[in-house]
Each structure stands twice: as C-alpha cells, then as structure tokens.
C-alpha cells in the first residue's frame, strides 16, 4: 500500500515522496499492515473557501480525507490534488511548509492521527 508523504530537507523546502506501508496476508479478512503506536486523532472540517499559505505541519501525523478535494503545494511549486479515500503522510513540521486549499467550493471532511517521534513506516 502506497501512501504521498509531505517532508522537508535539511534547508527547510518541502517535497513530495512516497511512502510503502507493508502488508501481510491477514487471512479471509484481507491484507494487514503492523500494528502502528499512534498519538490523538482530531476530526476536521474545513470550509470550502480554505486557501492557507505557506505553513509547516504542527507535528507529524496521517491526514485522511474523507469528503471534500484539496490541493497541496511544495517548496518547488508542484502542485499535487487529493481527495476522498487519499492518506497523506505529513512530515513537513520545519521550514517552509506547504500549502493547501480547498477545490471545486467543497468542504472537506478529514481525519489527522498524531504520530509518535519513533514511529516510521
């Protein structure tokens, strides 16, 4: 399973990445990943005009979306588009952060789970 990462470099400009969370076969029920420790979990809406500039993430957590379309821009200006079902990875938490908005006037239903510091995928 796949998931986008948000990271920063050692000068502080942030990029794209992948990251490859491993599963396993979990039985009838599926393909399972580790058990992962986790942090608080926070439910957010975000209005449909949202348009926050640059800003780094205030910790590192999963951001889930749930309903809504966003847009995110890293340091280079690339520009990537998420939606319903998408899990972003955001490590960015120094430098320049990025930004995101709201797409198509919609608002966003989304999910963030802290991550603890020793928990990596």
């Given at each position: 399973?796949?998931i986008?990462?948000?990271?920063?470099?050692?000068?502080?400009?942030?990029?794209f990445g992948?990251v490859?969370?491993?599963v396993?076969?979990?039985?009838?029920i599926?393909?399972l990943?580790?058990?992962?420790e986790?942090?608080?979990?926070?439910?957010?809406?975000?209005?449909a005009?949202?348009?926050?500039k640059?800003h780094?993430a205030?910790?590192?957590?999963?951001l889930f979306?749930?309903?809504?379309?966003c847009?995110?821009?890293?340091?280079s200006?690339?520009?990537?588009q998420?939606?319903?079902?998408d899990?972003?990875?955001?490590e960015?938490?120094?430098?320049q952060g990025?930004?995101?908005?709201a797409?198509?006037?919609?608002?966003r239903?989304s999910?963030?789970?802290?991550?603890?510091?020793?928990?990596?995928f």
């Open positions: 399973m796949q986008t990462r948000i990271f920063n470099d050692e000068q502080g400009n942030s990029h992948t490859q969370i491993e396993s076969d979990g039985g009838p599926g393909m990943s580790k058990r992962f986790v942090g608080q979990m926070l439910f957010r809406e975000t209005p005009d949202y348009d926050f640059w780094p205030p910790q590192r957590q999963l979306i749930i309903k809504g379309r847009e995110f821009m890293v340091s200006g690339e520009t990537r998420f939606g319903a079902g899990v972003l990875l955001l960015d938490t120094e430098g990025h930004c995101s908005k797409l198509f006037n919609e608002v239903h999910i963030f789970i802290t991550l603890p510091d020793d928990v990596r």
